[in-house]
């Protein structure tokens, strides 16, 4: 039947990720294409380290371009302008391989994502949304100060809450869904593959694209779905699909990047986002299924949560 025919080609294809690897050329384009906070900067140190690269630019808005050693390294929240630059990328070498009569030579290409826990992707959010008035000050850190900082910010991100979903919902709807769509796929499916393969799923890009009707920008390119819950596996994960290895160093946590609001960050990460609140998030599930599939994925669609 359909359901058991569609759960073998799962498995083949998580049988197929465990012995997939990106050939070590230094053609490779890495592209982080990811939702804020999601480890997006220590991805892309790892990857211009790994290919050795230089100053980065923005050649498009809100896109980073670094040209390495051993090939391209792009980092950016804008599925749509990170796009157009792989293309552009793309495009030139492969004229550059015809030119010298080299046209069966493939460029490399590997894009990051990943997924995060609402609990803790929404403080770091919020703090990154009011880092100028939180984070950059350097605040009384006497035992009183500390906890009239606490009620301050706990009050401030419940207002956030309340009053900047459009952000939330940006930063759920706009780079993620569009990803796992345009590799034929979607996040409940990537989640149950990373759940089996331990913290990551490796999908294959189909022989077609939407974003880019006949360019095929994304043929041959392949998307490395990471759970920010297993950054700990995450060089030995990026090693094995980057047979040269990968340079990762976990960056910087939000209490070292905000010492003054230690007790208040953690206080935020103990907040139970309530039951109304993940309702106002999700909104109508016609309109939002990956919101909707996210907070399933973990586990925050029952009142007990």
């Given at each position: 039947?359909?359901?058991?025919?569609?759960?073998?080609?799962?498995?083949?294809?998580?049988?197929?990720?465990?012995?997939?690897?990106?050939?070590?050329?230094?053609?490779?384009?890495?592209?982080?294409?990811?939702?804020?906070?999601?480890?997006?900067?220590?991805?892309?140190?790892?990857?211009?380290?790994?290919?050795?690269?230089?100053?980065?630019?923005e050649p498009i808005l809100g896109v980073q371009h670094k040209d390495c050693q051993d090939g391209h390294v792009i980092r950016t929240h804008n599925v749509v302008n990170g796009m157009q630059l792989l293309n552009d990328i793309r495009k030139s070498f492969k004229?550059?391989?015809?030119?010298?009569?080299?046209?069966?030579?493939?460029?490399?290409?590997?894009?990051?994502?990943?997924?995060?826990?609402?609990?803790?992707?929404?403080?770091?959010?919020?703090?990154?949304?009011?880092?100028?008035?939180?984070?950059?000050?350097?605040?009384?850190?006497?035992?009183?100060?500390?906890?009239?900082?606490?009620?301050?910010?706990?009050?401030?991100?419940?207002?956030?809450?309340?009053?900047?979903?459009?952000r939330v919902r940006w930063g759920l709807n706009y780079v993620r869904p569009q990803l796992l769509e345009e590799f034929g796929t979607n996040l409940r499916t990537e989640m149950e593959n990373i759940e089996r393969n331990g913290g990551y799923s490796l999908i294959?890009?189909?022989?077609?694209?939407?974003?880019?009707?006949?360019?095929?920008?994304?043929?041959?390119?392949?998307?490395?779905?990471?759970?920010?819950?297993?950054?700990?596996?995450?060089?030995?994960?990026?090693?094995?699909?980057?047979?040269?290895?990968?340079?990762?160093?976990?960056?910087?946590?939000?209490?070292?990047?905000?010492?003054?609001?230690?007790?208040?960050?953690?206080?935020?990460?103990?907040?139970?986002?309530?039951?109304?609140?993940?309702?106002?998030?999700?909104?109508?599930?016609?309109?939002?299924?990956?919101?909707?599939?996210?907070?399933?994925?973990?586990?925050?669609?029952?009142?007990?949560?």
């Amino acid at each position: 039947n359909k359901r058991g025919r569609k759960a073998i080609q799962q498995g083949k294809r998580a049988n197929r990720q465990a012995n997939r690897r990106l050939p070590s050329k230094s053609s490779s384009v890495i592209a982080v294409i990811n939702t804020p906070k999601c480890g997006t900067g220590g991805l892309t140190t790892g990857a211009s380290q790994t290919l050795q690269c230089g100053v980065g630019q923005e050649p498009i808005l809100g896109v980073q371009h670094k040209d390495c050693q051993d090939g391209h390294v792009i980092r950016t929240h804008n599925v749509v302008n990170g796009m157009q630059l792989l293309n552009d990328i793309r495009k030139s070498f492969k004229q550059q391989k015809q030119q010298k009569g080299h046209e069966d030579d493939q460029q490399q290409c590997l894009i990051i994502t990943a997924v995060r826990d609402p609990q803790t992707w929404l403080p770091s959010l919020f703090l990154e949304s009011n880092r100028n008035e939180l984070c950059d000050r350097n605040e009384d850190k006497s035992a009183s100060r500390q906890q009239h900082l606490s009620k301050k910010v706990m009050r401030m991100y419940k207002h956030w809450m309340n009053t900047d979903m459009h952000r939330v919902r940006w930063g759920l709807n706009y780079v993620r869904p569009q990803l796992l769509e345009e590799f034929g796929t979607n996040l409940r499916t990537e989640m149950e593959n990373i759940e089996r393969n331990g913290g990551y799923s490796l999908i294959p890009h189909p022989s077609t694209s939407s974003l880019h009707d006949g360019d095929n920008v994304l043929n041959g390119c392949e998307l490395l779905f990471l759970r920010m819950e297993d950054h700990e596996k995450w060089p030995s994960i990026l090693s094995s699909v980057l047979p040269g290895g990968f340079t990762y160093d976990k960056p910087s946590g939000r209490v070292d990047l905000c010492p003054n609001i230690k007790e208040a960050y953690k206080d935020l990460l103990e907040y139970k986002l309530p039951y109304r609140d993940r309702n106002a998030i999700i909104g109508d599930d016609s309109i939002s299924p990956h919101i909707l599939d996210y907070f399933n994925a973990y586990g925050y669609l029952s009142p007990n949560k």
